[in-house]
């Protein structure tokens, strides 16, 4: 079996069942949802002393929409999270270091919850003992990504201060691109059967890490369609990714934390409704990257990849 079929042998798998039977949901999904309610309940309060009670603790109803359609959408088709709620926030009148590390915090915890039950669901199988080629795949993105977006914190944040204007150009310009071969790999026959490309691989995960740190966004369509484009099945792919960018995310806030003592304030207000709104639909997101079959994603991504890239441009020139 080569390294693309065992990373996307359980997605496989789960497509040869009915829908009926991938509708079906067992008693260990619901044990963890209660357990991933209850940490959230604490995470909001924790949140709510941190920024000082009443005063600073505000949720936007608008804003958690916003974050539980995107991510979503984020969660199931591997993008859009990041890459379209900034851009909405720009809109909103707030600055790059008010956006950017709420995003990363977000995108942490999200990425992390969209994996548990990816896994829960068999969308992929995750294995540390043994190590298997998906987690392999999944720590080499993950390893490169970091470096990198450590790198773009402290390059854009700190020591270049990029122009807003710059950050959003080169965002909308990266995602039209990527967008535009997505669509064209549609017409692309036998895909699936290339080989497993890892130096690819490290070079659309560092790229992704380095879009991340300097908006927030351009993570998920580049490593995705990284994946894809070296043949990983599309579910699988999504999948990754989430972890992935939960992992990049975690080092960006670490990052946001090291510039912070250095004399970069880090405004936490957007916070609570960003996460209120990913936070479900992480949940959710699994379940219906479950239930519709592959054809469809293999479809929708590139198609949602291309209008994001289009609606991120157009936000910026209206």
Same mark, same amino acid.
């Given at each position: 079996?080569?390294?693309?079929?065992?990373?996307?042998?359980? &997605?496989?798998?789960?497509? +040869?069942?009915?829908?009926?039977?991938?509708?079906?949901?067992?008693? %260990?999904?619901?044990?963890?949802?209660?357990?991933?309610?209850? #940490?959230?309940?604490?995470?909001? !309060?924790?949140?709510?002393?941190?920024?000082?009670?009443? $005063?600073?603790?505000?949720?936007?109803?608008?804003?958690?929409?916003?974050?539980?359609?995107?991510?979503?959408?984020?969660?199931?088709? /591997?993008?859009?999270?990041?890459? /379209?709620?900034?851009?909405?926030?720009?809109?909103?009148?707030?600055?790059?270091? +008010?956006?950017?590390?709420?995003?990363?915090?977000?995108?942490? !915890?999200?990425?992390?919850?969209?994996?548990?039950?990816?896994?829960?669901?068999?969308?992929?199988?995750? %294995?540390?003992?043994?190590?298997?080629?998906?987690?392999?795949?999944?720590?080499?993105?993950?390893?490169?990504? $970091?470096?990198?977006?450590?790198? %773009?914190?402290?390059?854009?944040?700190?020591?270049?201060?990029?122009?807003?204007?710059?950050?959003?150009?080169?965002?909308?310009? #990266?995602?039209?691109?990527?967008?535009?071969?997505?669509?064209?790999?549609?017409?692309?026959?036998? !895909?699936?059967?290339?080989?497993?490309? +890892?130096?690819?691989?490290?070079?659309? &995960? =560092?790229?992704?890490?380095?879009?991340?740190?300097?908006?927030?966004?351009?993570?998920?369509?580049?490593?995705?369609?990284?994946?894809?484009?070296?043949?990983?099945?599309?579910?699988?792919?999504?999948? *990754?990714?989430?972890? =992935?960018?939960?992992?990049?995310?975690?080092?960006?806030?670490?990052?946001?934390?090291?510039? $912070?003592?250095?004399?970069?304030? !880090?405004? #936490?207000?957007?916070?609570?409704?960003?996460? %209120?709104?990913?936070?479900?639909? =992480? *949940?959710?997101?699994?379940?219906?990257?479950?239930? #519709?079959?592959?054809?469809?994603?293999?479809?929708? *991504?590139?198609?949602?990849?291309?209008?994001?890239?289009?609606?991120?441009?157009?936000?910026?020139?209206?």
């Amino acid at each position: 079996m080569s390294d693309v079929e065992e990373i996307g042998k359980e &997605a496989k798998l789960l497509d +040869q069942k009915s829908i009926k039977e991938r509708i079906k949901l067992n008693r %260990s999904f619901f044990y963890k949802f209660i357990c991933a309610i209850f #940490l959230f309940s604490m995470f909001l !309060i924790i949140i709510f002393f941190l920024l000082d009670g009443y $005063s600073s603790f505000k949720l936007s109803w608008d804003l958690i929409f916003f974050a539980f359609l995107l991510e979503t959408l984020d969660s199931a088709a /591997g993008m859009g999270f990041g890459t /379209g709620l900034a851009p909405i926030l720009f809109l909103y009148g707030y600055s790059p270091l +008010q956006i950017v590390p709420i995003l990363l915090i977000s995108e942490t !915890i999200t990425g992390f919850i969209d994996a548990i039950f990816d896994h829960e669901l068999r969308n992929v199988r995750f %294995s540390f003992r043994p190590l298997n080629k998906t987690m392999k795949v999944t720590l080499l993105i993950a390893s490169f990504g $970091s470096l990198a977006i450590f790198i %773009s914190v402290f390059l854009s944040h700190f020591a270049l201060k990029f122009p807003i204007f710059v950050i959003k150009i080169y965002v909308a310009i #990266l995602v039209l691109l990527m967008g535009f071969f997505a669509l064209f790999r549609v017409f692309l026959k036998k !895909i699936e059967e290339k080989k497993y490309n +890892q130096k690819r691989l490290i070079v659309f &995960a =560092a790229l992704a890490g380095f879009n991340k740190g300097i908006g927030g966004g351009g993570y998920g369509p580049v490593v995705t369609l990284g994946e894809i484009f070296s043949g990983i099945y599309e579910k699988s792919a999504s999948a *990754i990714s989430s972890i =992935a960018e939960g992992i990049v995310s975690l080092v960006g806030i670490f990052s946001f934390f090291f510039i $912070s003592n250095i004399g970069v304030e !880090i405004d #936490l207000i957007l916070l609570p409704s960003i996460v %209120s709104g990913g936070f479900f639909a =992480a *949940i959710l997101s699994p379940y219906l990257v479950r239930v #519709l079959p592959n054809k469809i994603w293999k479809i929708f *991504i590139p198609i949602y990849a291309f209008t994001l890239s289009c609606y991120i441009l157009i936000s910026i020139f209206s």
